[in-house]
């Protein structure tokens, strides 16, 4: 805990004095200033260690080749788009597909498929998937993990048969009756939704699918930096100011201000909102961290390819029981064709591959090459190790970050989001509505 007594106040002059910090440049804090301006806080500063908007959402372009980090889709209906309505003609409108690949070398639709998962594995297969799920239902209903989840939902049979457990896996870095229930109805709600009977019979019987209300939208063909760069553009006009590649070494606070040592500067703010990592936020307020909370690290190849794929879908989940790799995204049906090849990403666990970028690539050639996924000319461009990606929980780590965040709290510093929540945050919507519904939590400042 800081010694705020022992604090010192810099003299007149050599400080830069703000309404409100804003720690992270991504989604989060975007939004965030753009609340906070709304509130009144008409001289906002966002700052970010890295050296762009956008936080966890990266491009990486390699000669003709422009790859995402992660497989990212977006709706024109988003409630980002009503911050920043600017971004909206920027985005590229897209029709994408998902499918699996089977732990029988099928590709079949995401994530579970009546007739894929069901009806083809024959009288008898069906026979044991109902009684599997029976027996689920009335014998092991007590959850306590994600893989109690998915059992008590579709039952033992069903989730080796359809690869479930495989892909939990590969998705949360361990088995995943070590991962926590929270963690598991945050990610995996689609489980119960479409495990009723009610939602299995209305899968079966012919019905026409209600068509889409909105578009769905990748970012520009150039990457993410135009598309932010309006965000940040429209903000700055509302006088916010952004710090990009500085890093916060400290943060004390004197009173009710709070005094920042950055980047061999010093800012004063009377608020402060963190969208960057919690134990980085835990860290720099000079407050005990809790190094047990657990984050995935990302191993991102990028490929490009010529010749003839195994499947049709845009983004291709590994359903099967072998293989490091847990997605690949053809970014090329977004975007075309660069120089006659098509281009993709792939995502691994790094702890998987023992945080090898070597390794990743081999299993991954050697994966998809006995499940013909690609006959041709495939190709590596490029690699990126991605920290942070997204949290995981283990041991109540729910409980864990709820004092990590009252300490942040108690501080005076505002934290959420998909980092400074400790949130498992699937999309920009969900993010977007998150720093929303934080920050008009408190009262807004009284207008001098």
């Known amino acids: 805990m800081v010694d705020q007594a022992n604090s010192t106040i810099e003299p007149p002059g050599t400080t830069e004095n703000f309404d409100a910090v804003v720690l992270g440049a991504g989604i989060s804090g975007l939004v965030s200033a753009a609340v906070l301006n709304e509130q009144g806080y008409r001289h906002v500063l966002v700052i970010d260690e890295f050296e762009k908007y956008g936080g966890n959402h990266i491009d990486c372009t390699i000669g003709p080749y422009t790859f995402d980090i992660g497989s990212l889709i977006f709706q024109d209906d988003s409630p980002l788009l009503a911050h920043f309505p600017e971004m909206l003609p920027l985005y590229v409108p897209i029709h994408p597909t998902w499918g699996k690949l089977t732990p029988q070398g099928a ?78 109805e945050k990610r995996m709600l689609w489980i119960k939704e479409r495990s009723s009977v009610r939602a299995m019979l209305r899968h079966l019987r012919p019905h026409k699918a209600a068509a889409p209300t909105n578009r769905q939208l990748a970012r520009p063909r150039s990457g993410f930096d135009d598309l932010y760069a309006v965000a940040a553009e429209k903000l700055r006009g509302q006088g916010t100011v952004f710090r990009l590649g500085c890093e916060v070494s400290r943060i004390r606070k004197v009173g009710s ?53 195994g499947f049709d879908c845009s983004v291709l989940y590994n359903f099967s ?128």
């Open 321 to 448: 029981h072998d293989g490091f790799w847990k997605r690949l995204t053809m970014y090329s049906d977004f975007y075309g064709k660069a120089e006659g090849r098509d281009y993709f990403g792939v995502e691994v666990i790094a702890s998987q591959a023992g945080n090898s970028l070597e390794i990743a690539e081999r299993d991954f050639r050697s994966h998809v090459a006995r499940n013909h996924l690609f006959d041709g000319d495939l190709k590596l461009e490029g690699a990126r190790f991605v920290p942070n990606a997204y949290p995981i929980y283990v041991n109540r780590a729910q409980e864990r970050v709820a004092l990590a965040l009252t300490r942040l709290r108690d501080f005076g510093v505002e934290s959420f989001g998909r980092q400074g929540g400790f949130d498992y945050q699937p999309t920009a919507r969900v993010s977007t509505q998150n720093a929303e519904a934080h920050l008009r939590r408190r009262p807004e400042p009284e207008t001098p």
């Open 107 to 184: 590709v079949a639709g995401y994530p579970l498929s009546i007739r894929d998962d069901i009806l083809r594995s024959g009288v008898w297969g069906c026979v044991r998937i109902g009684s599997s799920l029976l027996y689920s239902r009335i014998f092991r209903s007590k959850i306590r993990n994600a893989r109690d989840f998915a059992r008590y939902w579709i039952g033992d049979y069903m989730l080796k048969r359809s690869g479930l457990e495989s892909y939990m896996t590969r998705f949360f870095g361990i088995a995943a009756e070590k991962v926590d229930l929270d963690f598991a």
């Open 257 to 309: 201000t709070f005094h920042f040592d950055a980047a061999g500067r010093t800012l004063t703010a009377e608020r402060v909102v963190s969208t960057i990592p919690i134990n980085r936020a835990l860290d720099i307020c000079e407050l005990d961290t809790d190094e047990t909370l657990s984050s995935v690290t990302l191993i991102s190849l990028f490929f490009s390819f010529s010749g003839r794929t």
